[in-house]
C-alpha cells in the first residue's frame, strides 16, 4: 500500500494549487497515516469492526487517486420527491451542483478552501487520510439571526466508473448566534467496493440550533465512515438522527463537546440490516461545563449474517455540575446468526450529576406475535408490527414533523 499511496499522493499535490505551507500540511498528515495504516482491532475504539480487515477482505488493493478536474453528470433521479429543498450535490467526492434558491443569498456564505488545522494531538488515521487526499473544504457559513427556510439536503452519489477507490470529503459548517440549519445527508450509489471517508465540522455559536438527518438506505456493496465532530455553546441544540441500512459497511462517529451552559445534544439511531452487513454508532458526549443535557436512543434490527454495533461514552468533567445524561440501546436479533455489540461508557468527575445508561437485545416475543395473530393477522403481518412498533419509537424523537414524514416513508414505516 505504501508504495501506491506515495504515487497517488504526488499525483494529488500536482492536481491542486497549494501553498508550500499546505503542501508539508498534508504530507505530514499522509506520513501520520502510513505509519499507523488503517484503524485495526487492537485499538480499543474498532475492536468490534476491523476496517482494515474489511477493506482487504471487500475491496483489496485500493486507489487513493482520483481526477477531480473531470465533471460529472448529475442524475437528477436521486433528488427527494415531495420536499423542497436546497441542495449540494457530491458525485465520486467532487461537488457538481449547489443550489441555495430558497435563501437569502445574503445570509449564507460558502467558501472553498484547501487549508486545513493539523491536529497534532489526532490519533484518528483516518482523519489523516482525510487530510491528506481531502480535495477542497467547503466552509458554509449561516450568518446571526437566520434560519434557513427549506432543509439543506447533501447528496453523496456515486456513479458506475468508481471501483476500489478511496473517496474523501469533508464540510465545515458555522452556525452563528441563534441561527438554525436543518441538514439531510443523503447517500445513493451506483457504484461498489469503494471506502468513503466523510469528515463533518460542526460549529454552534449562541442559541443556534442544529438538525442533522443521515440517511443510509439504498442497498450497495460501498464501505463508508462518518465522522461529525460538534462544538456547541450555550444555549445551543443539536439533534443527530442515523438510519444506518444500506451500505455493507457503515460507521457513523458523533463527537459533541458541549462547551456552554444549558446547551443540550441529543442522538438517536435506527440499525436496519441484512445479509453480512455491518454497521456501527460510534457516540462520544462531552459535557465540559455545568447544566447540560445529552439524550441518546440507538435501535436495531437485525437479519441473517449481520452484526451491528454500538459504543456510546457520557463524559461529565469535574466542572459540568448538574448533568442531565441519558444513553439506551436496543437489538432485536431476527435470525440466529445476526450479532449486536453494545458498549456503553460513564466517565464521571462531578457529583452533582444524574446520568444512566443501559443496553439489551432479544428475539421477537413470540407471545405478542401469537396475542396479534389471535386478532386476525398471519405471522409476518405480526411480525412486521411488532418490528415496525420498536422502530417507531426512535422516529418520533425526530422534532421536525416535515422530515420525520419524508424518514417515515423513506422506511416504509406504517402507523
Not at 14 to 35: A, G, Y
Not at 260 to 267: I, W
Request: some cysteine; aromatic content about 10%.
Amino acid at each position: 500500500m505504501t508504495d501506491q499511496i506515495k504515487i497517488d499522493f504526488e499525483k494529488i499535490i500536482k492536481n491542486l494549487e497549494l501553498t508550500e505551507t499546505e503542501v508539508d500540511l498534508k504530507k505530514k498528515s499522509l506520513n501520520k497515516f502510513i505509519e499507523n495504516g488503517f484503524p485495526n482491532k487492537k485499538l480499543e475504539n474498532w475492536k468490534f469492526l476491523d476496517i482494515n480487515q474489511i477493506i482487504q477482505k471487500n475491496i483489496g488493493e485500493l486507489s487513493f487517486f482520483n481526477d477531480y478536474s473531470l465533471s460529472n453528470k448529475v442524475d437528477t433521479s436521486i433528488f427527494v420527491n415531495g420536499l423542497e429543498h436546497n441542495k449540494i450535490v457530491f458525485i465520486n467526492g467532487k461537488i457538481e451542483k449547489i443550489d441555495f434558491s430558497y435563501e437569502n443569498k445574503d445570509k449564507i456564505e460558502i467558501k472553498e478552501s484547501s487549508h486545513f488545522k493539523n491536529d497534532l494531538k489526532n490519533t484518528n488515521s483516518l482523519i489523516d487520510l482525510n487530510n491528506a487526499f481531502t480535495n477542497k473544504i467547503y466552509k458554509i457559513l449561516i450568518k446571526k439571526g437566520y434560519s434557513l427556510k427549506k432543509p439543506l439536503i447533501v447528496y453523496h452519489a456515486t456513479n458506475k466508473y468508481m471501483n476500489s477507490k478511496n473517496i474523501n470529503l469533508r464540510l465545515e459548517f458555522q452556525l452563528e448566534q441563534n441561527s438554525s440549519l436543518r441538514l439531510i445527508d443523503y447517500f445513493s450509489h451506483a457504484s461498489e467496493k469503494n471506502f468513503i471517508n466523510i469528515h463533518y465540522n460542526f460549529a454552534l455559536q449562541k442559541d443556534a440550533i442544529l438538525k442533522n438527518y443521515k440517511i443510509d438506505k439504498t442497498k450497495n456493496k460501498n464501505l463508508k465512515y462518518s465522522f461529525n465532530n460538534i462544538d456547541q455553546d450555550e444555549n445551543s441544540i443539536s439533534e443527530t438522527f442515523i438510519l444506518s441500512s444500506g451500505s455493507s459497511y457503515l460507521k457513523n462517529e458523533i463527537n459533541c463537546n458541549l462547551n456552554g451552559k444549558y446547551s443540550s445534544a441529543f442522538v438517536n439511531g435506527v440499525f436496519s440490516i441484512t445479509n453480512n452487513h455491518q454497521h456501527e454508532i460510534r457516540t462520544t458526549i462531552n459535557h465540559l461545563i455545568e447544566n447540560t443535557k445529552s439524550y441518546q436512543l440507538i435501535k436495531g434490527v437485525l437479519g441473517k449474517d449481520s452484526k451491528a454495533v454500538y459504543q456510546g461514552k457520557i463524559f461529565v468533567d469535574q466542572k459540568a455540575q448538574k448533568t442531565d445524561g441519558y444513553q439506551l440501546s436496543k437489538a432485536i436479533l431476527l435470525d440466529e446468526t445476526s450479532e449486536f455489540n453494545a458498549k456503553p461508557e460513564l466517565e464521571i468527575y462531578a457529583d452533582d450529576v444524574k446520568c444512566s445508561h443501559g443496553s439489551a437485545s432479544g428475539s421477537l416475543n413470540e407471545n405478542s406475535i401469537f396475542y396479534l395473530m389471535s386478532r386476525g393477522l398471519n405471522y409476518q403481518q405480526s411480525k412486521e408490527l411488532l418490528i415496525n412498533g420498536f422502530i417507531l419509537d426512535v422516529i418520533e424523537k425526530i422534532t421536525d414533523l416535515e422530515i420525520k414524514n419524508l424518514i417515515k416513508n423513506i422506511i416504509g414505516l406504517k402507523e
